[in-house]
C-alpha cells in the first residue's frame, strides 16, 4: 500500500485537525496528490489537490477557505489542514495521487460532533 493517513479523530465543531499522509514505492515528487473523502452511505469525493511541485492547488466548494493541502516532496508527503470543521466534514478521509494509482491506505477516520 503504497499510501497511509493520519492525523484523524474526534474533534467538536469549530475545531481543527492536521492529516498526513506517507506515501512509499513512488516517486512522489513526480505526482500530483489528492485527499479524498467518504462518508457513510456516499461515494468517495476529491476534497483538495495539489500538483507535483506545489504550485497549482484546487479545492472542493465546501471545503474552500477552511482546509488547505500542501506537501513536502523531500519529506514524500501530503498534508491537509482543516479548520473551522463542521459535521458534515464527517468522513474516512483517504490520499492518492490524482488520478488515483495503485491500491487505497485504510484511511483516517474525522468524526466532527458535540
Known amino acids: 500500500v503504497p499510501f497511509v493517513e493520519s492525523g484523524g479523530g474526534l474533534v467538536q465543531p469549530g475545531g481543527s485537525l492536521r492529516l498526513s499522509c506517507a506515501a512509499s514505492?513512488?516517486?512522489?515528487?513526480?505526482?500530483?496528490m489528492s485527499w479524498y473523502r467518504q462518508a457513510p452511505g456516499k461515494e468517495r469525493e476529491l476534497v483538495a489537490a495539489i500538483s507535483s511541485a506545489g504550485g497549482k492547488i484546487d479545492y472542493a466548494d465546501s471545503v474552500k477557505g477552511r482546509f488547505t493541502i500542501s506537501r513536502d516532496n523531500a519529506k514524500n508527503t501530503v498534508y491537509l489542514q482543516m479548520n473551522s470543521l463542521k459535521p458534515e466534514d464527517t468522513a474516512v478521509y483517504y490520499c492518492n495521487a490524482r488520478p488515483p494509482i495503485g491500491s487505497w491506505g485504510q484511511g483516517t477516520q474525522v468524526t466532527v460532533s458535540s
Open positions: 514505492g513512488l516517486t512522489f515528487s513526480r505526482f500530483p
